[in-house]
């Protein structure tokens, strides 16, 4: 490891601007994959959710299921009931206790009608949520119209899925050798950056969409922000003396002759990977 307090400004320029570069070579490698890590996010967050939907529409299934197996119980239990009740008016002593048995029988029997309305209402809905699941095909206007089920899409979207996958790791195996050989660089230099520095770079890459922390001055202007810098300012700059901050992007500055001897030795280096 570097020791950060040995360095010049100049050498510390040269290093955070080294890391720039590198860093925006693996972000233009990265930029080749266009939008495929999204598009495959988005699929795969896609499927997760049709998972649980399809486990919410199992879920209700099985309700139902436990629903109908209770009312069966319950359809038993009253012609049970009715049996025994039916038994005990042959033995009875008078009208009052058989007319009693003959509501309760009545009772039973609205409790079994109960049931299988209850046993129809849970086979359609069953019957319904199991559609969403298979699929399912009706007519429309003499024509046949297909509905997918859960299954078949998270069939097909799984199929995408992979197909998109084998194409980001055929893009990645193009680039691997010199993405990892650029990210061992930026490490190296990394540990070289005193932490302060360091801290800032990090900041404004994250801070800004292209990931510039560290412009050069073309033609007077910033790379960063495009506004001019005064005269005196870009002076300071040449001069390698100290860290100049661009006060209307809040990017570190380096001066044009830094920049360019800097590229040419990142180009050459990246050229022989």
Do not use: C, W
Request: a negative charge; aromatic letters at 6%; proline letters at 1%.
């Amino acid at each position: 490891m570097g020791k950060t307090k040995d360095f010049t400004v100049e050498d510390k320029l040269r290093l955070i601007y080294n890391l720039q570069l590198i860093d925006s070579k693996v972000d233009e490698i990265k930029n080749t994959r266009g939008e495929l890590p999204l598009e495959i996010q988005d699929m795969e967050d896609e499927i997760q959710g049709l998972h649980i939907r399809k486990d919410k529409i199992q879920n209700l299934i099985d309700t139902q299921k436990e629903e109908i197996k209770k009312r069966k119980i319950a359809i038993e239990e009253a012609k049970k009931l009715m049996q025994r009740y039916a038994e005990q008016q042959k033995n009875v002593r008078n009208n009052r206790e058989y007319e009693s048995l003959s509501k309760e029988i009545e009772y039973q029997e609205l409790e079994i009608q109960y049931a299988e309305k209850k046993i129809r209402e849970a086979n359609e809905e069953i019957d319904k949520q199991s559609k969403k699941i298979n699929g399912y095909t009706y007519e429309k206007d003499g024509k046949e119209v297909i509905v997918k089920g859960i299954d078949e899409v998270i069939a097909q979207r799984e199929d995408d899925l992979m197909h998109k996958r084998e194409e980001l790791a055929a893009l990645m195996k193009e680039t691997e050798k010199q993405e990892a050989f650029l990210n061992k660089k930026a490490e190296e230099i990394r540990t070289q950056i005193e932490p302060r520095l360091l801290r800032a770079y990090d900041r404004l890459r994250k801070n800004f969409k292209n990931g510039l922390a560290v412009v050069s001055i073309e033609r007077g202007s910033s790379g960063g922000s495009y506004f001019t810098i005064p005269v005196q300012q870009q002076l300071e700059i040449r001069t390698r003396q100290k860290i100049v901050i661009d006060e209307h992007s809040g990017r570190i500055l380096v001066d044009g002759d830094l920049a360019r001897e800097e590229k040419e030795k990142i180009n050459e280096m990246f050229d022989n990977i």
